[in-house]
């Protein structure tokens, strides 16, 4: 019984894996090839597909590899595996700030987000985890007693903690409550302008109310991608907190579910993005040689 889980949670990761691999591979393609995708808002969903690629890309196949003591070292795992899971966890984080600015604040939208800001701030969401992943090099390989070293790997281990896990876990959580509390302001507020309208021209009185999937993609693309990284990533939370201040390791159950659920979270957000934003279904129906709607065709997503 025990030889079959061990081997369907085997062949689960590699599925996952390949889904993560394929999954993003595709949106990276689109959006680099694919004009009518080259918007702001798409480089953030770009940034936030390459990440996850390499995840998937290295998350599982570095837990299969390396099975020896040596491969095990923290420093090597942070090197190949945790930079990518930082990257993803600073980009998502970017992503939603962006969403936040162009829902709540429309009309500043395009003045405060410029090319210039936006490149910079994407090379931040990497250089941040790159630099994090390269400071245990800076002791690892010093001529620092073992005490201290066990101690700067204490103090870093927490400290990412806090950066990489908890801080994300609080903001994400309170920007989505934000947005969605400011959309239903504004669409009852727009729905109570429009009936008035309605009542003062009762006699030209026609559709005005906007495509409910154009206000409302933007919104429910970003609460969904946020909660699946909520949900998929509080066993590693978890485990980390366990690490930190935990005396025991998790059971191996907790460590297998939360491998399960990282590679989950970097597979299912490609799918997000072609069931809700229109843009990317539009273009993946015709990489696909899918026919479109012609009102599909006539959409031009905004946000």
């Excluded at 995708?37 to 798409?42: E, G, I, P, Q």
């Excluded at 899971?85 to 003045?111: E, F, G, H, Q, W």
């Excluded at 990497?126 to 400071?135: D, G, K, M």
Aim: glycine share 2%; with cysteine.
């Amino acid at each position: 019984m025990e030889q079959w889980e061990e081997t369907f949670n085997v062949v689960l990761h590699w599925v996952l894996t390949a889904s993560a691999i394929v999954g993003n591979g595709l949106v990276i393609y689109l959006v680099i090839f694919r004009r009518r995708l080259n918007s702001t808002a798409n480089w953030f969903v770009l940034s936030l597909a390459v990440a996850d690629f390499f995840v998937g890309a290295t998350f599982f196949p570095y837990q299969r590899a390396c099975k020896s003591e040596p491969c095990y070292k923290r420093h090597i795992q942070w090197l190949c595996v945790d930079v990518f899971l930082c990257a993803s966890v600073t980009n998502l984080c970017l992503m939603t700030v962006d969403r936040y600015i162009a829902i709540v604040k429309p009309l500043k939208y395009l003045t405060v987000m410029t090319r210039r800001r936006t490149l910079l701030a994407i090379s931040a969401t990497w250089c941040i985890p790159i630099v994090t992943a390269l400071l245990p090099l800076s002791w690892t390989y010093s001529a620092t007693s073992p005490a201290n070293k066990a101690i700067s790997w204490k103090v870093f281990t927490f400290a990412t903690l806090f950066v990489y896990g908890i801080t994300p876990f609080v903001f994400l959580p309170l920007a989505i409550v934000r947005i969605l509390l400011i959309v239903r302001r504004c669409r009852l507020e727009r729905s109570a302008v429009m009936a008035q309208l309605d009542f003062n021209y009762s006699g030209l009185r026609r559709n005005r109310q906007l495509d409910p999937e154009k206000e409302i993609s933007s919104t429910r693309l970003i609460v969904s991608v946020v909660v699946m990284f909520l949900v998929c990533y509080v066993f590693g939370v978890s485990v980390r907190i366990a690490s930190v201040f935990g005396h025991q390791q998790p059971p191996e159950s907790v460590l297998v579910t939360s491998s399960i659920l990282i590679l989950t979270n970097s597979a299912a957000n490609p799918v997000a993005y072609g069931l809700m934003k229109r843009d990317f279904k539009r273009e993946l129906l015709k990489t696909l040689k899918i026919n479109n709607s012609s009102s599909d065709l006539a959409f031009e997503e905004v946000l």
